[in-house]
């Protein structure tokens, strides 16, 4: 489902939500039921706010090694910044 939601950011409201969860085969009651619950909106509303106050101004960001990126890095550049952070 995220794969779909980051390649048609535009298309987010419950219309093409529903006909996403139908293509995905998604327990449709479930999925509304958690998508409309307050307990979700709740962690979406404090997640957005930590994104804020952490710098976060796009999606996807990457958070590595205290270093924001809006860019979403090869396989390889992510293992090298992995082995920098060990270090």
């Known amino acids: 489902m995220s794969d779909s939601l980051f390649a048609e950011q535009g298309k987010l409201d419950p219309p093409h939500l529903w006909s996403r969860a139908h293509e995905l085969k998604l327990d449709?009651?479930?999925?509304e039921r958690d998508r409309t619950s307050d307990q979700t909106n709740a962690?979406?509303?404090?997640?957005?706010?930590?994104a804020i106050r952490a710098g976060v101004a796009a999606t996807p960001t990457l958070l590595i090694a205290g270093i924001l990126s809006a860019e979403v890095p090869t396989a390889a550049e992510a293992a090298e910044l992995a082995r920098q952070t060990a270090r």
């Open 28 to 31: 449709f009651d479930r999925f």
């Open 43 to 50: 962690r979406i509303d404090q997640q957005f706010r930590d």
